[in-house]
């Protein structure tokens, strides 16, 4: 079974800022994964995913991830942050015979002005 | 277009109650999914249909859980002898493909 660690439950960054979030995974082949980003009183939504090729994907709201196999790790970054980018963001893996997602803890950030 | 649609936002319920809380997927969409999201924690899985049956429902965690998708669009959660523990938000899903769900804003669950 597949299973994800957010090693950071908050993290706190001034706007303008550059921001990475961390993701490790486990699981035993190429996965698929995804980060979602979750405001206050929202639903999920979708930032990006990899499935497969290139290992540097690009999401909406100026978001980029990279898939690191050597490292089991999937982490999100933002050159500059807004104020906007202030919400909890998972991370989340998916068997490619599955449907079902396993999520991280998340990970909470906090933009200062 | 609409996105998932989840009834009602919010649920109180006195510990006992039976509970149904109501998805409405995106339409076209053939699997739809439902998660259980507790405080300080990711979502996690409870139930996959593809089409009207459940596809997989390892993730409900006893037999007071069931969830049911009639026609194939819109699904119950549907939940007996509810418990405190109960409480979190339960989120639903959906998606046309492997992989890529859209997710409602959930129903918060509170049992007292």
């Known amino acids: 079974a597949q299973s994800v660690t957010q090693p950071d439950i908050h993290i706190t960054v001034s706007e303008g800022a550059s921001l990475e979030l961390r993701c490790n995974y486990s699981y035993g082949a190429t996965p698929y994964l995804f980060w979602y980003v979750q405001s206050p009183g929202q639903g999920l939504q979708l930032l990006l995913k990899y499935f497969s090729g290139d290992t540097l994907v690009q999401g909406i709201k100026g978001f980029e991830a990279e898939f690191k196999r050597s490292q089991s790790s999937f982490n999100l970054r933002k050159p500059s942050v807004h104020w906007s980018d202030a919400a909890e963001y998972f991370c989340?893996?998916?068997?490619?015979?599955?449907?079902?997602?396993?999520f991280g803890a998340g990970t909470t950030v906090t933009v200062r002005a | 277009g609409a996105g998932v649609s989840q009834t009602p936002s919010n649920k109180v319920t006195e510990k006992g109650k039976y509970v149904e809380l109501r998805c409405d997927p995106i339409s076209g969409h053939t699997a739809l999914y439902w998660y259980r999201q507790s405080l300080g924690q990711g979502p996690e899985f409870l139930i996959y249909?593809?089409?009207?049956?459940?596809?997989?429902d390892s993730g409900l965690p006893n037999d007071r859980f069931f969830a049911v998708r009639p026609e194939g669009s819109v699904s119950t959660l549907k939940i007996q002898r509810t418990e405190r523990g109960d409480s979190a938000v339960y989120l639903c899903?959906?998606?046309?493909?492997?992989?890529?769900?859209?997710f409602g804003p959930g129903t918060r669950l509170t049992v007292t």
């Open positions: 899903a959906s998606s046309l493909t492997l992989g890529e769900q859209y």
């Open positions: 989340a893996v998916g068997a490619r015979n599955d449907y079902k997602l396993s």
């Open positions: 249909f593809q089409g009207t049956g459940a596809a997989d």
